[in-house]
Structure formats: structure tokens, C-alpha cells
């Protein structure tokens, strides 16, 4: 379970870190290895969640 936690926690800080950087128009896919992925305002768990991905 942590190391599925782990993952989940920097493919999060991944794509805020990438979301930051955004243009207008996304040129990336992200592929979602777990049930829901939580996109949040900053790093950490403690931060809001702006976004869920979801697999598939």
C-alpha cells in the first residue's frame, strides 16, 4: 500500500508541477495506473484537490 501511495503521490506532483507550466492547448497524455488520481493545488496531501483522474 505505500508503495502504491508513493507512486500516486509524485505522479500527483508531476502533473501539478506540470499543469503549472501549461499553455493553452495540452500536447501530453498522462496514463493513470490507479483507481482515481488526485491533481492538488500544491504538494503534499494536505493541499486541496483541483482535479481527479480517473483510469482508464
Known amino acids: 500500500m505505500v508503495r502504491i501511495s508513493s ?4 505522479a500527483a506532483l508531476a502533473l501539478w508541477l506540470a499543469v503549472a507550466t501549461l499553455s493553452v492547448q495540452a ?3 498522462v496514463s ?3 483507481p482515481t488520481a488526485h491533481l492538488r493545488a500544491g504538494p503534499g496531501t494536505d493541499s486541496d484537490v483541483r482535479w481527479q483522474l480517473r483510469q482508464g
Not at 7 to 10: A, D, E, G, K, M
Open 27 to 29: 500536447q501530453e497524455l
Open 32 to 34: 493513470v495506473r490507479v
Open 7 to 10: 507512486l500516486v503521490t509524485r
